[in-house]
């Protein structure tokens, strides 16, 4: 039996997101159907941890246990000619027995894209959150130190969620002009659920004078869901890279 | 009346092309549907020239008169609010009587992008052309040097155009890499049906040394079709620019 690890891209677009589910196409259930194909028997698969509908991947990572023969540099190319044009594995490595892509994960890195211009653009329509409200990216960038460090982010997590502990360590949060989109780059050691995305929304906020960035340390510390900003949208978000 | 021209942009992926046709979606008639609800009757537009299907345009112009006494700077969001999300327009301007988008257009820029990796990139797949072969980016840029200046581009158009005239001048032809694409940048005064693609094409496979940089001059020269190289799918192709 070898322990497997699969670096993965996706386009989250037409994808009910990463988890296997009863309906709806999931990138969980494609990868799976692609192993079944080559290895002739069910596989299931563990992934770092799940994205949402629309939410993209440069770097998901997941990990299976397959008595498998195939050399490791052919298993890109043999999945993706038995995966759809949305999903690409972009390499496959032999890992330690009790690798898990999941519990062995040490932090993760996401992006967030920003269109800011008065007008949408179609291109980027599925790629990035238009905000066509002016927005200043030197209050951004001030906000975004608050968050720096380790914080109970209890406030910045989906309400529903069911977690214990909400207290999460964050590495950078960099919010840069990248062509002509703001880019929020974070990497921390976990992330709850939405915590991106509420992070993300929140700065928008603070972007656009809703909020001052003196603010942002009691928000975080009220640990109350409505005082941070709305949870920005699914499409502007990549999951870019699994720290092991 | 007034003359208006309009600055567009959009997604190709889901159209059958700029031009109106009988069958299948169009941005021509998508565009003339938003303009006759809020004129209130049909109006024709002129394109600064067709695109195909799959092909993106990020400063397509088109020109329409009518009775109109929206101020410009509300036309783009009027008609955006009336548009799919694969179109936007961007600038709306009144220009003079004469003004029309094709006939009077100058010259182009196109951009023609290429995603050049082992392994295909989900995100990309409607936005570049997928290479998997190493492609020498130097060779590519000393062939370019062949296309610059006025030439009959008659090898370098869609076989079964009927076009009298063949020769075009290239001001421009560019290739460089940018972040993990190829990019080819042409700016020239007229351009033969298919010509950008076929160019493309023809420097892939330079950059594939199947053709050498040093046979372009014939290549050209000879004017037969089957001499260049493949036509280059149209997802990596984007009117850039019209000038004026």
């Known amino acids: 039996m070898r322990n497997i690890k699969l670096l993965i891209e996706y386009d989250g677009t037409n994808f009910c997101g990463w988890q296997r589910q009863n309906n709806g196409r999931t990138i969980q259930e494609e990868i799976e159907k692609a192993l079944e194909k080559v290895l002739k028997r069910p596989v299931k698969i563990h992934g ?23 050399p490791m540099d052919k298993i890109p190319l043999a999945l993706n000619s038995l995966l759809p044009e949305d999903i690409s594995v972009k390499g496959a490595s032999e890992v330690e027995e009790d690798f898990h892509a999941r519990y062995s994960a040490k932090g993760k890195k996401y992006i967030y894209q920003i269109y800011n211009g008065p007008l949408r653009s179609p291109l980027l329509r599925n790629y990035a959150y238009f905000v066509a409200h002016p927005l200043d990216l030197n209050r951004m ?40 989109l703001i880019k929020i780059e974070v990497e921390g050691n976990g992330f709850l659920y939405n915590m991106v995305r509420i992070i993300s929304g929140t700065l928008v906020e603070v972007g656009k004078e809703k909020i001052l960035p003196t603010e942002m340390q009691k928000i975080i510390a009220s640990g109350i869901r409505e005082s941070a900003g709305p949870t920005a949208p699914a499409q502007g978000l990549y999951l870019a890279e699994v720290f092991y």
């Open 141 to 180: 960038q001030e906000a975004a130190q608050y968050f720096l460090g380790s914080h109970d982010f209890k406030g910045f997590m989906a309400s529903g969620s069911c977690v214990q502990d909400t207290v999460r360590t964050l590495y950078k949060l960099d919010v840069y002009f990248h062509e002509n």
């Open 48 to 70: 770092s941890g799940r994205t949402d509908t629309g939410v993209h991947a440069l770097g998901q990572v997941a990990s299976f246990k397959a008595n498998i023969t195939v």
